[in-house]
């Protein structure tokens, strides 16, 4: 059978590579895919962007299945387009993936049934904004509404910084995800991504991970998409597990259902856990994390494109993951001057090649493309070098020995990834 997947980044490339080790897959389409998934085994990219070309390819191609990637596509409603054309498609539907669109709504959902997040308020009136700030405090966090690539949240720890986000989300025209601002109080604790499977009424939990969202080692700089991540995450105990489960997930799943939402498709729960195991929300996002999805994707031992199918027919419930026993680090190698204004056509040299590649890592492409015989930046993050280990020091050392080997002008990288495992069990 034929899989398309939809998207361009390094969770794509790494969706592609695991669905193309399936016994049942002929071949992985991704839709336009990058410089990365254009080398795999088995996989071919195709130059598609718009629904109409997209179905019309799924039909010609007779495509067994379909799964979304990004988060633009799933809040334009690619999953409502594909299943009005009779078309095999997993993930959330335009309603369902307000979970992740709009602040507002996922917050106002979580209100509603019940599931544990931070104090907040909305606003689109600037002065409003700013004095609902001066009268809470810093530190204090402030949120685009919108869809804004995982960089619309400012962790403001003064005032002038909570004001100066303000000024610039509700009235900067060209911010992205404007007109909106969704500002929340400041959670302590430890953040961890929980992600699942979901069929609309059950959930098939993935291994856990951690992201490190701060462009610079110790947690400094700018908020990014991520920089890094691995997996397991040793802050998700078996207790806090049965929590974000019991309190979390399955509660999100049913009241989505309630809503009139009925939810299928990847679930992540951004979870903000303090050390008693008490946990609260931080954000949805109807996606697989990026770069959680990487360190994911090496460690999943079971077919991705059965789980793919008891998803989209119901049936999670009937399946289980297996996974690696060991740890998955993954390194993201950024481009110059992101997250702000990231340079493109930067030539890319010692990136391995196919004999290269070995079983306990992979190179996953982000921002890439070709550019004549050579491969060349083309986003702010470029490549996650993932590498799997007995432990975390073992994975972390695997994954810069790597990227040490891979050079580009301008290259931006954290060193740390992974510190904070390091300090709970190495």
Partial sequence: MKILVIGSGGREHALAWRLAQSSRVQKVFVAPGNAGTALEDGVENVPLTSFEELIAFARAEQIHATV????????????????????????????????????????????????????????????????????????????????????????????????????????????????????????????????VMADGVHALALATSQDHKRLQDGDLGPNTGGMGAYSPAPVVTPGVHARAMREVILPTIDGMAKDGMTYTGFLYAGLMIKPDGTLKVVEFNCRLGDPEAQAIMLRLKSDLADLVDAAIDGHLDRVEAEWDRRVALGVVMAAAGYPAAPRKGDAISGLPGRAAHSEDSHVFHAGTARQGDQTVTAGGRVLCVTALGGNVSAAQKRAYEVVETIRYDGLQMRRDIGYRALGKRG
Avoid: C, N, W
């Fill in 68 to 195: 979304v990637g990004p988060e633009a596509p799933l809040a334009a409603g690619i999953v409502d387009a594909f299943r009005a054309a009779s078309l095999r498609i997993f993930g959330p539907t335009r309603a369902a993936a307000q979970l992740e669109s709009s602040k507002d709504f996922a917050k106002r959902f979580m209100t509603r049934h019940g599931i544990p997040t931070a104090r907040f308020a909305t606003f689109t009136d600037a002065a409003q904004a700013h004095a609902y700030v001066d009268a809470q405090g810093a530190p204090i966090v402030v949120k685009a509404d919108g869809l804004a690539a995982g960089k619309g949240v400012v962790v403001a720890l003064s005032l002038a910084e909570a004001h100066a986000a303000i000024g610039l989300m509700l009235l900067d025209a060209s911010y992205t995800g404007g007109a909106r601002v969704v500002i929340e109080e400041f959670l302590e604790g430890e953040e961890a991504s929980f992600i």
